[in-house]
């Protein structure tokens, strides 16, 4: 059935849900008694299990242990607590992969992966595929018509460890794959462009995984392989959906992204599941990471065309897996929370509930902390669960946004795993980052989109990278600027098509007629190095990339070079298009250095920009037909103080706010106005300490 003809199914819980992971198992049942009490004492009313379960629910093949799993989500149905139930196939039991050692993952040196952590399993596997159905049949036939089921929750965070793999059953699946994509064996070696150091095909056997080879590996190939493998595991997580479909086809599904994750096109995985669900986790020490918090957030809100996600796991405090573990300090539990929420989340969830004593993930905090309810931890989450519920007006309203950046995973691989490139220092995520940055710092929350669109809702749409493209793409991005949209182009855009061929005439390929240049040649900065950008009487800093480029007499030289090889030739430029306008970036620009830039093009398109350049502040404005729920975030340490454009009740506090809003560190309020006509917009003023 098309994803547009398929029904509407919703999570079955009436609030906002507020939980974390619950691992049952590791606790005795008297410890389950004191959970629920101060589960309900802190306002949760949604827990995920049990997710690693399977050895314990199957110890043995075909003998089942149901029992200790019906006590407690009948225990937590009874006290209110809905249940986000995963089909624990998010790692294979121990009798199973001895039973069956060929379905165990390999490293691309040929090494067979051991048991003793998790996803220890080949995606391909046809044992594990088969073990798996079988798993999520007996877990939907036994719990799908439980009254506390909320939603399906199908394995957990996949590709997390095992995304790739190089064995031989994998090899065979991709042989498959590549067949079905190209036909026949002189399909392949066309795309493959096999002249190039003797590797044209003869048979289809001859065809391995791109295990370590003597030198550089054939392009395409690698690009093959990073499709190839997403699609396994896209078709692993399908199996599951197709028997949950089948026993309980009113039931939500869903699996837990990873945020910005290169290894799988998350576009292909949320248009097969019902609710995008996110684990989300930035670095407590670094004081800019709710900057990249909000574009994994704008990613996970566009994935199903604006639609609520839920935040299925963050941090209370510390994690366990960096390198040094720093713990949050105390309010930022609160706002990294409600950032979320205000970037569309209908949910706030922890890993996990109760901090685990022994296994790797032991010093990971959680909502219960091993000092138990007086633990730091519980005393902050049970105050955000308890304010949370103030926000239930906001539950399944969609963020406003007139921006949008593309989002493309076939050039993200494409610019990152290939291993003859210009330069390894220019690569998507490295771009797509770095431009949003500019984007929050002015002041425009930030949608995703693919590179066909749709792109009716926006204004500005940026493309900080396209290194693949293809007429479709192209098409819909002129369409785009001929109807009055304003486009921005980054550098090594338009490069290859989708065999990793150039495009004739170089780049920008099929974006040429619309951008109106032409790259003559890549120019990479040498390590240590900058260039400088002469824009408007402003000196902008390039420290890694640019590029020669040739300009039509219709195009507006809007920067120029001003120091190296490239001095006096054009650096960034803008070409009249339709009702429209199209914007080429030749460099890659320091943070500050393209705050000008993108302030420019906000403007042409008659959107706000601060003027200001703190990136500490964040305003972000959902909305339903005639309510704006506009939220206010002071990721910093210092008090700030915001112009209001207008008189709001604060949905936390309630007290209301005429003309101004004062915030102090890690500060939140959340004002709710009659819907205005434009995205609420504000600015930083002075504080009262300042006006002082």
Not at 41 to 54: D, K, R, T
Not at 121 to 132: A, I, K, Q
Not at 262 to 271: E, P, Q, S, V
Not at 468 to 483: D, K, N, S, Y
Request: hydrophobic letters at 40%.
């Amino acid at each position: 059935m098309p994803a547009s003809d398929q029904p509407i199914r919703r999570v079955r819980i009436d609030a906002l849900a507020y939980g974390g992971d619950y691992n049952p198992d590791q606790w005795s049942e008297e410890t389950w008694h004191e959970d629920i009490r101060l589960m309900r004492e802190a306002g949760v009313n949604m827990v995920s299990l049990p997710i690693f379960s399977w050895p314990q629910l199957e110890p043995e093949p075909g003998v089942y242990d149901w029992g200790w799993l019906d006590r407690i989500i009948d225990l937590l149905h009874e006290a209110g607590i809905r249940i986000d139930l995963a089909t624990a196939t998010a790692t294979p039991p121990s009798w199973l992969l001895r039973a069956h050692p060929e379905m165990a993952p390999w490293d691309a040196d040929g090494h067979r992966l051991e048991f003793g952590s998790r996803q220890t399993y080949c995606p391909s596997s046809p044992v594990w595929r088969e073990n798996v159905a079988r798993m999520t049949r007996a877990m939907a036939e036994r719990y799908g018509e439980h009254p506390g089921l909320a939603l399906w929750h199908i394995s957990n965070e996949y590709g997390d460890h095992t995304s790739r793999c190089w064995c031989p059953e994998s090899a065979a699946h991709f042989r498959r794959w590549l067949e079905n994509r190209y036909g026949d064996l002189d399909g392949l070696n066309e795309a493959w462009g096999v002249n190039v150091w003797g590797q044209r095909y003869t048979s289809w056997e001859h065809i391995e995984t791109p295990k370590k080879a003597p030198g550089p590996i054939n392009p395409t190939k690698l690009l093959d392989f990073e499709r190839f493998s997403s699609d396994a595991l896209l078709e692993l997580f399908q199996i599951e959906i197709d028997v949950l479909r089948e026993v309980t086809p009113d039931i939500a599904v869903t699996t837990n992204f990873m945020s910005m994750f290169r290894d799988l096109d998350y576009w292909d995985f949320a248009a097969a599941e019902d609710v995008v669900t996110d684990d989300a986790y930035p670095e407590p020490a670094d004081p800019t990471s709710h900057v990249g918090a909000a574009l994994n957030y704008g990613l996970m809100r566009s994935l199903k065309g604006g639609q609520p996600w839920l935040l299925l796991e963050s941090s209370a405090s510390a994690t366990s897996w960096r390198d040094v573990n720093v713990p949050k300090a105390p309010g930022k539990i609160r706002v990294e929370s409600l950032q979320a929420v205000a970037h569309g989340s209908d949910a706030v969830m922890f890993f996990q509930w109760r901090q685990a004593k022994y296994g790797q993930e032991k010093f990971h905090s959680s909502m219960l902390g091993h000092r138990g309810e007086k633990s730091r931890s519980f005393q902050e989450t049970r105050a955000l669960g308890l304010e949370l519920k103030k926000l239930e007006p906001v539950r399944g309203t969609r963020v406003r946004s007139r921006v949008a950046l593309v989002v493309d995973w076939d050039s993200w691989w494409g610019s990152s795993a290939l291993e003859s490139l210009p330069s390894q220092r220019l690569q998507w995520a490295q771009q797509a980052r770095a431009w949003h940055r500019a984007l929050h710092t002015l002041g425009q929350p930030t949608d995703a989109v693919r590179a066909t669109g749709p792109f009716d809702e926006y204004d500005v749409v940026v493309v900080p990278n396209l290194y693949i493209i293809e007429q479709p793409q192209a098409g819909a991005l002129r369409a785009f600027v001929e109807r009055g949209g304003h486009l921005v182009v980054g550098p090594f855009s338009g490069v290859v098509d989708a065999t990793e061929k150039v495009h004739d005439g170089g780049a920008p390929g099929l974006l040429r007629d619309l951008l109106g240049v032409e790259v003559d040649e890549q120019w990479p900065i040498a390590d240590g190095l900058t260039e400088t950008v002469d824009y408007a009487g402003e000196t902008l800093t390039a420290p890694s990339w640019s590029e020669w480029i040739e300009a039509d007499a219709d195009v507006e030289v809007r920067g120029a070079y001003s120091s190296g090889e490239l001095a006096g030739l054009p650096a960034v430029t803008r070409r009249p298009v339709g009702t429209g306008a199209a914007w080429y970036l030749s460099a890659m620009l320091e943070h500050d250095s393209m705050l000008p830039v993108f302030r420019d093009v906000l403007i042409g398109a008659g959107l706000p920009a601060r003027d200001d350049t703190d990136v500490d502040v964040e305003v972000v404005t959902r909305a339903d037909e005639t309510t704006d729920y506009t939220f206010y975030l002071n990721h910093g340490q210092s008090p700030v103080a915001f112009a209001l454009p207008g008189d709001a009740t604060d949905l936390l506090t309630g007290i209301h706010h005429s003309g101004r809003l004062d915030l102090g560190r890690y500060g939140v309020a959340v004002l709710a106005a009659p819907r205005a006509e434009t995205i609420p917009f504000s600015t930083l003023i002075p504080t009262a300490k300042e006006d002082a």
